[in-house]
């Protein structure tokens, strides 16, 4: 609310569950100091629904964070044993850097990307064997990212990742049962 009152945004991102004022509460608010800012509400919720579009579309798999690497490296050998080209994206920097270095140190080539529009151009321009993908990504979330990738590489594997596992216990329940590939 401060910086909406200090700063003329083109657009607000904004989350349901936040802590002192949700967000529907902050949006109410919002629309009478700046009635012109368009915005975009969020929540980890609809992120369920996601999951499974995604496994039935074909996704690899799916990790929580904290991410069990040996789960991960597991999953990349499965997927490609003869050593594999890998995107990370995430916005955390600090997980892109763990990622990246026990990938590498698994003998893994690895590429960064810190957000789904990156992640897609990337995945243009090289023939990633593996996409580890964070669910909850800025603008173009995880599943959008996965679903704009498949456009130009449908044979990627892809792994998704999220540290909102207790929203989403119902599918992870459904997909422990699932044959993953």
């Not at 799916?62 to 916005?91: C, Q, T, Y």
């Not at 995880?142 to 999220?162: L, S």
């Amino acid at each position: 609310m401060e910086l909406a009152e200090k700063e003329p945004f083109d657009l607000v991102l904004m989350d349901i569950k936040m802590p002192v004022m949700n967000g529907v509460e902050t949006f109410k608010k919002l629309k009478k100091v700046a009635p012109e800012i368009p915005v975009i509400m969020m929540s980890a919720f609809a992120l369920e629904g996601l999951i499974k579009d995604a496994i039935r579309e074909g996704a690899f798999g799916f990790l929580k964070k904290p991410i069990n690497f040996d789960r991960l490296l597991e999953l990349i050998e499965k997927s490609s044993p003869n050593g594999a080209l890998v995107l990370v994206v995430d916005d955390d920097p600090d997980m892109c850097d763990n990622l990246n270095d026990i990938l590498v140190a698994n003998k893994f080539q690895v590429e960064v990307a810190f957000d789904g529009y990156s992640a897609v151009q990337l995945a243009k321009e090289s023939a990633f064997d593996v996409i580890v993908l964070d669910l909850k990504l800025p603008v173009l979330n995880g599943f959008e990212t996965f679903q704009a990738i498949r456009e130009y590489r449908p044979d990627v594997m892809v792994i998704f990742i999220t540290g909102l596992i207790d929203n989403m216990q119902n599918t992870i329940e459904q997909m422990s049962s699932m044959d993953i590939r």
